[in-house]
């Protein structure tokens, strides 16, 4: 029996994710545009290749707990045994199939560890019925097997989170992140876009806030004219949330710190075309190259009204001096973790480690302090991250209060400023912070203060 199509494009994006530190969303991608498979294969070959991404650490465990002499495994080995262990593992696929298959893929890459490879995988699935060896709900380590989360960071996001809570997130971490596009106003409209991606094949459903479309067929989305072309932007409903924040709080100049790429960016100026506020924007960015790519998509988008700069946000005299009027509201969009988007980047979760986590509070504290020099008295600062780590979002607002430049400000609930059905997400401080689950929005965080 040969390799199927979907096996063994699977086993070639995870050597490059593993080997070279790469993302599976673009490998992915990339490796299906040069091999195109008919449309059964290609899902098959995604779900391979986010499952075993996410559930790496658990199958690595289990893979070298099983072999005799571990250390041995070579790492184009060790990848198509890893394919072999998810489909018996998660996908429960036939353990005739699974093992034959996974044996072709490692005689494919080393002939000689193919008799090794047909006695551990055989081990493996007299076993598999009994996974997680132990009760997910009341065993903390059997939910960690069972949703890939690597011990150390299990026991860290119950400390932070609280049993029930990490409990909850590690699960809805296991299901497959929904699509939403924001409408590009300055391109299209609502409606039109709505019927373009029902034309193209994309289930498109209207969600919040406003412009927001939830894609049920995401493939179909991906490749349609409409996000080709720019009119739709790809990016979480909770993200775009964040996004319509400074329009919602009257527009005028706002700054953008952390801009990236420019999907904010666009968003900010798009929700302030919507609410019918003027809004300008000075995206500032570390990278010269980030701003680059910035400017040369808000001209391929026809986003008005953007600057662009290239500074060290967390430098407050430099970033004073690239930013020269005050500013109405600053976004502050800080590196984090990015524990809120583990669906969607499922390498992070074995690639993460509690001590990075005091780092980035370090640089989100610094980013806070310096922007909040750029406000007007009255003015607003949106300190927001992808995260659902009290550390890197509550933790950093209350020791910047604390100090003598937070001093001059407070905290104002987001409630008001949000759609009805999103206000759930709101939390006992007034501030936003939406967790995964399954079907709905990332995990972000965004707190409004408010300069006295």
């Known amino acids: 029996m040969s390799i199927t199509p979907a096996r063994a494009l699977a086993l070639d994006v995870l050597t490059r994710v593993t080997a070279d530190g790469a993302w599976v969303p673009q490998v992915l991608d990339a490796a299906l545009r040069a091999k195109p498979l008919d449309e059964r294969e290609s899902a098959f070959a995604t779900r391979l290749s986010y499952g075993t991404v996410e559930m790496l650490a658990t199958i690595d465990e289990v893979v070298l707990d099983l072999a005799e002499r571990p250390g041995r495994i070579r790492p184009r080995v060790m990848n198509a045994l890893r394919i072999a262990a998810y489909e018996l593992l998660w996908l429960h696929t036939p353990a005739a199939v699974a093992v034959d298959q996974g044996v072709q893929m490692v005689r494919a890459r080393d002939q000689h560890a193919a008799?090794?490879?047909?006695?551990?995988?055989?081990?493996?699935?007299?076993?598999?019925?009994?996974f997680p060896w132990g009760d997910p709900d009341t065993d903390r380590f059997a939910l960690a097997r069972l949703t890939g989360f690597p011990r150390a960071i299990t026991e860290y996001l119950a400390e932070e989170l609280g049993e029930d809570a990490a409990s909850s997130f590690m699960r809805a971490c296991a299901d497959p992140a929904p699509l939403y596009v924001a409408t590009n106003l300055f391109k299209t409209t609502d409606d039109e876009l709505l019927g373009a991606l029902e034309a193209a094949g994309a289930q498109p459903e209207l969600y919040e806030p406003a412009g927001c479309i939830r894609c049920d067929s995401?493939?179909?989305?991906?490749?349609?004219?409409?996000?080709?072309?720019?009119?739709?932007?790809?990016?979480?409903?909770?993200?775009?949330l964040v996004a319509?924040?400074?329009?919602?709080?009257?527009?005028?100049?706002?700054?953008?710190?952390g801009a990236g790429r420019g999907s904010k960016t666009a968003l900010i100026v798009g929700a302030g075309k919507r609410s019918g506020c003027e809004t300008r924007v000075t995206a500032v960015d570390l990278y010269d190259w980030k701003i680059d790519t910035l400017t040369t998509r808000m001209e391929a988008l026809q986003i008005p009204g953007v600057k662009a700069a290239a500074?060290?946000?967390?430098?407050?005299?430099?970033?004073?001096?690239?930013?020269?009027?005050?500013?109405?509201?600053?976004?502050?969009?800080?590196?984090?973790?990015?524990?809120?988007?583990?669906?969607?980047?499922?390498?992070?979760?074995?690639?993460?480690?509690?001590?990075?986590?005091?780092?980035?509070?370090?640089?989100?504290?610094?980013?806070?302090?310096?922007?909040?020099?750029?406000?007007?008295?009255?003015?607003?600062?949106?300190?927001?991250?992808?995260s659902v780590l009290p550390a890197e979002n509550m933790g950093v607002v209350r020791a910047f209060l604390g100090g003598p430049q937070g001093a001059q400000f407070g905290i104002v609930a987001v409630g008001e400023y949000l759609p009805p059905s999103l206000r759930r997400f709101v939390t006992a401080e007034g501030c936003f912070q939406s967790m995964p689950e399954p079907g709905g929005p990332d995990g972000h965080f965004a707190v409004l203060l408010r300069r006295h």
């Open 311 to 386: 500074v060290d946000a967390a430098d407050a005299d430099a970033l004073l001096a690239a930013v020269a009027d005050p500013a109405d509201v600053v976004l502050v969009d800080a590196p984090c973790s990015g524990t809120g988007t583990l669906r969607r980047h499922p390498e992070k979760r074995w690639s993460l480690l509690a001590e990075d986590i005091v780092g980035l509070t370090q640089l989100q504290s610094s980013l806070l302090e310096a922007s909040s020099r750029l406000v007007r008295p009255g003015g607003f600062v949106v300190y927001s991250t992808c």
């Open 218 to 240: 995401p493939r179909q989305a991906l490749s349609s004219q409409s996000v080709l072309s720019g009119s739709a932007l790809v990016c979480d409903s909770s993200a775009q």
């Open 115 to 130: 008799g090794f490879a047909n006695a551990l995988l055989r081990r493996l699935a007299e076993r598999a019925d009994e």
């Open 244 to 257: 319509t924040l400074p329009a919602a709080l009257g527009g005028g100049h706002v700054v953008d710190i």
